[in-house]
């Protein structure tokens, strides 16, 4: 089968051709349709942070996936070939077969094209246990989600409005209509005005997508006894007692229930899911670059929200 594989940190990815993977009893042989690019793949390749992610070479990346149930081990149930799912894995999705335990997966909403599907896993299930999970949000309360217009950041706006919270934003200024579309109730934008100045009164929630001296500033804006949940750098210990809130750096924790339970909200129509790009896996390097590139890309054109997606088959 192809994979894209990285054979030295930092190195190229290389289009190899590799034995596919062979399913244990326990495993579920899913033919990949789609799957999408996280930052996370980004760091783990770098090397950068090898102690804290540490990988094997040569390796895969691709942490979500769509695609199509080929084989069934003896003792996974659950699934049967031809079942469309999508889910999350460790690594290895950049590739067109990967064997999975049934509890790595759920059916895939049959309103979302694959490519659409393989953007959800890790970005939804982030923003709910940020800001469910690690910031204990709750209906009536102020969130402010600092990176509102990126992949996590859209769903934690919706999953915030829904729950009847007041949601601020911060985000480029371009980005205020999609972000009041889809529940956000004020957007500050971050290139012109300082949130801390924009703020009248505090806030009981702030989920940090952004780090740096965004996450700094974040304590003056937050009630005592309130949650700053980070999703890219450690919170200081000595900050959060000082200001007397609860500081969080969270790790997603991928679940068949939650993601499930996604899926019914995407079917229904009470969650929607945006693709940026869609790159074909031979185009791996371009869409990666893309995606290091971030904000100041030149390839990137406005208005672009949600993930940059590969389509393998
Ligand atoms: N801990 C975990 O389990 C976990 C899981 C998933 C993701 N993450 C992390 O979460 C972060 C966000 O991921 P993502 O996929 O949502 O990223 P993304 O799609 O690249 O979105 C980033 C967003 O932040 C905006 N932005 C940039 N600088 C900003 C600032 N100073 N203030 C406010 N907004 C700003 C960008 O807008 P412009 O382009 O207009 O600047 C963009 O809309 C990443 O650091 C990622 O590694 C952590």
Request: no cysteine.
């Given at each position: 089968?192809k994979?894209?594989?990285?054979?030295?940190?930092?190195?190229?990815?290389?289009?190899?051709?590799?034995?596919?993977?062979?399913?244990?009893?326990?495993e579920?042989?899913?033919?990949?349709?789609?799957?999408?690019?996280?930052?996370?793949d980004?760091?783990?390749?770098?090397?950068?942070?090898?102690?804290?992610?540490?990988i094997?070479?040569?390796?895969?990346?691709g942490?979500?996936f769509?695609?199509?149930?080929e084989?069934v081990?003896?003792?996974?149930?659950?699934?049967?070939?031809g079942?469309?799912?999508?889910?999350?894995?460790?690594?290895?999705a950049f590739?067109?077969?990967?064997?999975v335990?049934?509890?790595?997966?759920?059916?895939?909403?049959?309103?979302?094209?694959?490519?659409?599907a393989?953007?959800?896993?890790?970005a939804?299930q982030?923003?709910?246990?940020?800001?469910?999970?690690?910031?204990?949000?709750?209906?009536?309360?102020?969130?402010?989600?600092?990176?509102g217009?990126g992949?996590?950041?859209?769903?934690?706006?919706?999953?915030?409005?829904?729950v009847?919270?007041?949601?601020?934003v911060?985000?480029?200024?371009?980005?205020?209509?999609?972000?009041?579309?889809?529940g956000?109730?004020?957007?500050?934008?971050?290139r012109?005005?300082k949130?801390?100045?924009e703020?009248?009164?505090?806030?009981?929630?702030?989920?940090?997508?952004?780090?740096?001296?965004?996450?700094?500033?974040?304590?003056?804006?937050?009630?005592?006894?309130?949650?700053?949940?980070?999703?890219?750098?450690?919170v200081s210990?000595?900050?959060?007692?000082?200001?007397?809130?609860?500081?969080?750096?969270?790790?997603?924790?991928?679940?068949?229930?939650?993601?499930?339970?996604?899926?019914?909200?995407?079917?229904?129509?009470?969650?929607?899911?945006?693709?940026?790009?869609?790159?074909?896996?031979?185009?791996?390097?371009?869409?990666?670059?893309?995606?290091?590139?971030?904000?100041?890309?030149?390839?990137?054109?406005?208005?672009?929200?949600?993930?940059?997606?590969?389509?393998?088959?």
């Amino acid at each position: 089968m192809k994979a894209v594989r990285l054979h030295t940190y930092g190195g190229p990815l290389a289009f190899d051709e590799i034995h596919p993977p062979v399913i244990a009893d326990n495993e579920v042989l899913v033919k990949i349709r789609s799957t999408a690019i996280n930052h996370l793949d980004l760091v783990e390749a770098s090397g950068a942070a090898r102690e804290v992610f540490p990988i094997d070479l040569p390796w895969i990346p691709g942490h979500e996936f769509s695609g199509i149930v080929e084989r069934v081990g003896k003792d996974a149930g659950g699934f049967a070939p031809g079942d469309a799912v999508f889910g999350n894995s460790t690594s290895g999705a950049f590739a067109e077969y990967m064997a999975v335990e049934p509890a790595a997966i759920v059916g895939k909403p049959p309103n979302l094209s694959f490519d659409e599907a393989a953007s959800v896993p890790v970005a939804a299930q982030t923003a709910w246990q940020g800001i469910f999970t690690h910031g204990h949000l709750k209906t009536g309360q102020t969130i402010l989600i600092h990176g509102g217009a990126g992949a996590v950041g859209a769903y934690a706006v919706q999953f915030a409005a829904q729950v009847g919270a007041i949601v601020v934003v911060t985000a480029s200024g371009d980005d205020e209509a999609y972000l009041k579309a889809i529940g956000a109730n004020r957007v500050i934008d971050y290139r012109t005005s300082k949130f801390e100045t924009e703020l009248a009164d505090r806030v009981d929630v702030v989920f940090d997508l952004i780090g740096g001296e965004t996450q700094q500033r974040s304590f003056q804006v937050l009630k005592k006894g309130g949650y700053l949940v980070a999703a890219n750098q450690p919170v200081s210990r000595e900050e959060a007692a000082k200001h007397g809130v609860t500081g969080t750096l969270m790790n997603l924790t991928p679940s068949a229930e939650l993601l499930g339970r996604i899926a019914t909200m995407l079917e229904d129509g009470r969650l929607r899911t945006d693709v940026a790009t869609v790159y074909s896996l031979a185009d791996v390097a371009q869409a990666w670059s893309d995606m290091a590139g971030g904000p100041a890309s030149a390839a990137r054109t406005r208005p672009r929200h949600g993930k940059v997606v590969l389509r393998v088959a």
